[in-house]
């Protein structure tokens, strides 16, 4: 009988928990995942403006203009809505060019496709390029980001502000753990983006 122990296996890679995505983090160059970021981002873009006039304004939309008709002082002042003021000010200031239903759901598109840098770099920061990447277009191309793009609504500012405020905290919260000294001054601006991306959130939308 053998009682020599069996030395452990070494043909399986050792992440140590780590995704696997973070195995190999520099498969994707940086020239690379530029290019695919911009790539990506503008073809996001693309899906949402090229629908924005498709179908006519429904209901909730038409609150939406309803309230964004209201003068600033109103808006600020009256508590006329069960959501926050901030999305119909953004409404507000974007009818100066007109009332089409492309004018009208603008602020949602653009909203959207600046989500998709925030939610790129959050995703890059917990599973690196090749996942971050890989998510990234699957945002970009999602339905049910789509269907809020084209909405006059404030879903989409909403998720905006929700995913920089997350990103900015991830970025505070990382660099601070890994070296906490000397840090707060190159933390400022991240913890001021942060705080504005929170409070934005909050006068948003009534559930942030």
């Not at 498969?27 to 970021?37: P, R, T, Y």
């Not at 090229?50 to 600020?76: C, K, M, N, P, R």
């Not at 001054?185 to 009534?206: D, R």
């Amino acid at each position: 009988m053998n009682n020599a122990r069996e030395s452990p296996r070494r043909d399986l890679p050792q992440t140590s928990g780590d995704s696997l995505f973070r195995t190999h983090p520099r498969n994707v160059s940086g020239k690379l995942e530029i290019w695919l970021v911009i790539i990506l981002v503008c073809a996001g873009g693309l899906l949402r403006l090229a629908t924005l006039d498709h179908d006519s304004l429904w209901f909730d939309e038409g609150i939406s203009v309803s309230a964004s008709g209201f003068s600033l002082g109103y808006l600020w002042s009256v508590p006329f809505d069960v959501h926050p003021p901030v999305y119909f000010t953004l409404l507000h200031a974007f009818r100066a060019l007109g009332d089409s239903e492309t004018i009208l759901r603008l602020p949602s598109a653009l909203a959207s496709t600046l989500t998709l840098v925030p939610a790129y770099l959050l995703a890059r920061a917990l599973i690196g390029r090749a996942g971050a990447l890989i998510a990234l277009a699957l945002l970009a191309g999602s339905y049910v980001n789509l269907t809020y793009a084209v909405t006059a609504r404030n879903y989409a500012v909403l998720f905006l502000l929700l995913m920089t405020a997350f990103a900015a905290l991830h970025h505070v919260w990382s660099r601070y753990r890994t070296a906490p000294s000397g840090l707060p001054g190159k933390l400022s601006l991240p913890a001021l983006l942060y705080v504005v991306a929170a409070i934005g959130a909050l006068y948003t939308h009534n559930i942030a």
